[in-house]
T-cell receptor, first 111, second 114 residues
């Protein structure tokens, strides 16, 4: 699976959009971009995933660049409950249940 | 559905003791896996299973055994606990063949080995 690079930490004001970047320059054509988050001491929680098109669900939006070498997770109106570590993971969808977690981005939402 | 459940929530062991961490899911997921998370680090895959009777090693399998006799349960056995196994252990399940690629994680077991 391709390696990802994320900033170690970011701050965001409550109510504003949080934009979390991820670089995955070695991604191959059949690898997907997944985002999970881990709120303190809890198990990771799935947020969203995509292949090449932008995706949106009730939690977030995922913007993938045309060359697929980077992506951005957008939380449109961050709340204090969104404070967590956010993991960007690149994997094949035939990789079963193998997720390779990097260090992630620690997002702090401030009032 | 209860989702993925793990017991116990907390455990303290002495070096050399053995124990089994329990994981169960009620979603009829064929894929299950165990991860460990050391302080300040991401999760690392220990063992995984793609169905009853089938298991395989992940990134850090040494010191751990698994078995999968039923679809619902995937216990993780520590054979002879060592301080290096002090960690938080997460179990996860998924059903990728249904088109749902999300992994569902349990609440974790916090293990301390003294």
């Amino acid at each position: 699976d391709a390696k990802t690079t994320q900033p170690t930490s970011m701050d965001c004001a409550e109510g504003r959009a949080a934009n979390l970047p991820c670089n995955h320059s070695t991604i191959s054509g059949n690898e997907y971009v997944y985002w999970y988050r881990q709120i303190h001491s809890q198990g990771p929680q799935y947020i969203i995933h995509g292949l090449k098109n932008n995706e949106t669900n009730e939690m977030a939006s995922l913007i993938i660049t045309e060359d697929r070498k980077s992506s951005t997770l957008i939380l449109p109106h961050a709340t204090l409950r969104d404070t967590a570590v956010y993991y960007c993971i690149v994997r094949h969808n035939n990789a079963g249940n193998m997720l390779t977690f990097g260090g992630g981005t620690r997002l702090m939402v401030k009032p | 559905n209860a989702g993925v459940t793990q017991t116990p929530k907390f455990q303290v062991l002495k070096t050399g003791q053995s124990m089994t961490l329990q994981c169960a899911q009620d979603m009829n997921h064929e894929y299950m896996s165990w991860y460990r998370q050391d302080p300040g680090m991401g999760l690392r895959l220990i063992h995984y299973s793609v169905g009853a009777g089938i298991t395989d090693q992940g990134e850090v399998p040494n010191g751990y055994n698994v078995s999968r006799s039923t679809t619902e349960d995937f216990p993780l056995r520590l054979l002879s606990a060592a301080p290096s196994q002090t960690s938080v252990y997460f179990c996860a399940s998924s059903a990728p063949w249904t088109g749902d690629y999300e992994q569902y994680f349990g609440p974790g077991t916090r293990l301390t080995v003294t």
